[in-house]
Nanobody
Framework: QVQLVESGGGLVQPGGSLRLSCATS???????TAWFRQAPGKWREFAAG????????YYTDSVKGRFTISRDNAKNTLYLEMNSLKPEDTAVYYC?????????????WGQGTQVTVSS
């Protein structure tokens, strides 16, 4: 059974940083993994993607230079390092796995973790 469990969300002031983690189990890693986010009243959107075997990364324009997606193969864990956070980064963040393409569609999803950027 495949499981993805996110952690690391919370409340942070503008300009602050957070690191999200996505612990996985039951996956045979191939293709892409990614972080998506969904802000209140908006559609879920792609934030960052990672080719698990290639290490190639992709970012939506609004997070380039501020967010970094990475992985720890030994721990089967995906990370999203978020710096210089802005109020518009406020969203529920989801990790996803199991896609042939970096922007989806993805077969597996976590339950999400809330990130709130506010003073």
């Amino acid at each position: 059974q495949v499981q993805l469990v996110e952690s690391g969300g919370g409340l942070v002031q503008p300009g602050g940083s957070l690191r999200l983690s996505c612990a996985t189990s039951g996956l045979t890693f191939s293709g892409y993994t990614a972080w998506f986010r969904q802000a209140p009243g908006k559609w879920r959107e792609f934030a960052a993607g990672l080719g698990w075997n290639t290490g190639t990364t992709y970012y939506t324009d609004s997070v380039k230079g501020r967010f970094t997606i990475s992985r720890d193969n030994a721990k089967n864990t995906l990370y999203l390092e978020m710096n210089s956070l802005k109020p518009e980064d406020t969203a529920v963040y989801y990790c996803a796995a199991g896609s042939r393409w970096y922007n989806g569609p993805y077969d597996y999803w976590g339950q999400g973790t809330q990130v709130t950027v506010s003073s």
